[in-house]
Structure formats: structure tokens, C-alpha cells
């Protein structure tokens, strides 16, 4: 089993790009978390990498309102946030034991922020116009994971109500299915 670290890692190996590509004409579009557009999705994805560091940790976590984060070098410092998220979860015992306010088991709070960080990127690639696939050990992870948490998460009003997807669905799509998105989502066009 890979350790959280590094399956964070893999997966800021493919949301890192997503950032740098996002134009800033396209902050205000939509995207498929109906919440959210690009700009406050960007911001939300940098609150959970943030709080997810101290969450490792053991440090309490601020999820109140999100400061703008799309100031100044944001896609650089998109890049050196998740760098410290890495590093947070690979401190030593970092996915062992509890975590978080909620005191769930280390791994599962650290399947969260894998989570996010790999269905937002999605969101966000999505929402711009860009590819993305996720990395295969990092879906391997996610998907179970996310499975077991739907339910809390419902209810926590952080998914939505899970979508069909079609016979012969991609992994990803059922995750993504799973947390309430449309995998065929695309961009309303003007």
C-alpha cells in the first residue's frame, strides 16, 4: 500500500499543470461543482491543500471563508502549497493513528485531500478546457475511499446525490458520478 505522501505527490503531479493552464478570462466561468466558479473553486482548492497540511499535522484546520487566493503568483504558489502538503503527510506517522477535529483514522482524512485534489482538478480542467486524467494509483485509492465516505459526505452536503453513469463506465467517471458530478459535464457555451 502506498503511503498517502506519495499518492499526494502523484496527484499534485497532475493538478499542478491544470492550475498553470487556467487563463485568467476564464476565473468566472462555471464549473461542474454548480457552487462554485473557476476563481472560487481555485480559492477552495487552495484552503483545502492549506488546511489539509496542518490537519497532518495534528494542528487545528480553518475552514471558515476562503481569502481571494488568486493574488498575485497564485499558479506558483498553487504549486509550493502542495508541495508542503507532500511534505506535511510524509512526516513519520503522519497517516497513522487519528486526524482532524472529526478523529478520523489518518488514511481517511488523508483519502479526503486526495480526493479533492483530484476531482477538483478535474473540475477545474474541465471547466477550462483542459485534459485530465488522473493517476492510476492515486484512483486506486480514491475510489473505495470516496465510496466509503459518500454517505457522510451527503450528509455533510459535500457530495451530491450520486448520478448514473452509463454500462462501461471509466472508474473515474463512477467516482465522479459518485460525488454527484455529470462526468460528460462540458462548459455552457455562449
Not at 480559492?43 to 489539509?52: C, K, T
Not at 487545528?60 to 504558489?77: I, K, L, S, Y
Not at 485531500?113 to 480542467?125: I, K, N, Q, S
Request: glycine letters at 10%; one cysteine or more; hydrophobic letters at 45%.
Amino acid at each position: 500500500m502506498k503511503k498517502i505522501s506519495e499518492l499526494l505527490e502523484a496527484a499534485a503531479g497532475r493538478a499542478v499543470p491544470v492550475m498553470h493552464g487556467i487563463d485568467d478570462n476564464s476565473l468566472g466561468d462555471p464549473t461542474p461543482c454548480a457552487e462554485y466558479d473557476v476563481r472560487a473553486l481555485v480559492g477552495h482548492l487552495f484552503q483545502v491543500v492549506v488546511n489539509f497540511q496542518a490537519l497532518a499535522a495534528r494542528e487545528q484546520a480553518d475552514f471558515g471563508e476562503a481569502p481571494d487566493a488568486v493574488t498575485g503568483d497564485w499558479r506558483a504558489r498553487f504549486g509550493e502549497e502542495t508541495a508542503k502538503l507532500v511534505a506535511a503527510w510524509a512526516v513519520p506517522g503522519a497517516d497513522e493513528g487519528t486526524a482532524g477535529s472529526m478523529g478520523l483514522p489518518a488514511r481517511t482524512v488523508g483519502n479526503m485531500v486526495l480526493g479533492d485534489l483530484t476531482v477538483h482538478a478535474w473540475d477545474l480542467a474541465r471547466a477550462t478546457g483542459q485534459e485530465f486524467v488522473p493517476d492510476e494509483s492515486v484512483l486506486s485509492e480514491i475510489g473505495p475511499g470516496l465510496a466509503a465516505m459518500a454517505p457522510m459526505a451527503r450528509e455533510a452536503k459535500v457530495f451530491g446525490e450520486p448520478r448514473p453513469v452509463p454500462d462501461g463506465a471509466s472508474p473515474f467517471e463512477q467516482v465522479l458520478a459518485l460525488t454527484g458530478r455529470d462526468p460528460g459535464w462540458r462548459p455552457p457555451r455562449a
